[in-house]
Nanobody, 116 residues
Framework: QVQLVESGGGLVQTGGSLRLSCAVS????????MGWYRQAPGKQREFVAG?????????HYADSVQGRFTISRDNAKNMMYLQMNSLKPEDTAGYYC????????WGQGTQVTVSS
């Protein structure tokens, strides 16, 4: 069974940066396309960024984060990352990692709060 553990969230000011990490176990990580998702209070969970399988991987992004966020993966460590720059208050949400398409099981997420 897949296990997903997110970390790296926190409180930052507008324009700041954070780097999220996702530790994955229970699957053959290198062959799975993976993604980051987020859910703000009162809103549905939304796709943020995805990365293709294999070595290196190719990233794709939601329009709202294009040019500010960078997704990456380290298949040797079963890890995925999200570098978030130029953060805005509207980026405030719980951030989750999962496969693309996602598994039914989700981790606990990591909270990102951007103050104005």
């Amino acid at each position: 069974q897949v296990q997903l553990v997110e970390s790296g969230g926190g409180l930052v000011q507008t324009g700041g940066s954070l780097r999220l990490s996702c530790a994955v176990s229970g699957i053959v990580f290198s062959i799975k396309a993976m993604g980051w998702y987020r859910q703000a209070p009162g809103k549905q969970r939304e796709f943020v960024a995805g990365i293709t399988s294999g070595r290196g991987g190719s990233g794709h992004y939601a329009d709202s984060v294009q040019g500010r966020f960078t997704i990456s993966r380290d298949n040797a460590k079963n890890m995925m990352y999200l570098q978030m720059n130029s953060l805005k208050p509207e980026d405030t949400a719980g951030y989750y990692c999962n496969a693309v398409p996602e598994y039914d099981s989700w981790g606990q997420g990591t909270q990102v709060t951007v103050s104005s």
